[in-house]
């Protein structure tokens, strides 16, 4: 018989970094989850990827309190950031971008590099081939205020 679904979460947990301190311990505390147990499992899938990379998570949990995770790619602006070589500022010390998108310009990246981010993220993005997904990352480039160059 097939386990009973009562709901799904989404966390956004750096990668090798789940602990049960907030916001991922009260978030699984209220539903049921053995906090311990995601914390075991998510450091250990995450344990090949950049230490400290956010990573969109959605946890599936189930009546007899067992959970499933499906632990997506980092966001494309994360990539982006990386390759501009943006450095971190304000109050919480992560890179930002630009005040006024379209208007003015904070960084570059090169079309290389953003083929390279795509080919990344394709099993998360909605395309067919890599140049659709390249334009998927222009986009967020644009919207960022970073410029790609030839």
Known sequence: MAKKLIGTLKLQVKAGQANPSPPVGPALGQRGINIMEFCKA???KTQDMEP???????????QDKSFTMDIKTPPA???LKKAAGLKPVGKRNRPKGSEKPGRS???TVTVAQVREIAESKMKDLNANDVDAAMQIILGSAKSMGIEVKG
Do not use: E, L
């Not at 990379?53 to 189930?62: D, E, F, L, M, N």
């Open 105 to 107: 310009i904070i960084a």
């Open 42 to 44: 998510f450091n250990a």
């Open 77 to 79: 602006s994360y990539y």
């Open 52 to 62: 400290g990379a956010p990573c969109p998570t959605v946890i599936s949990y189930y």
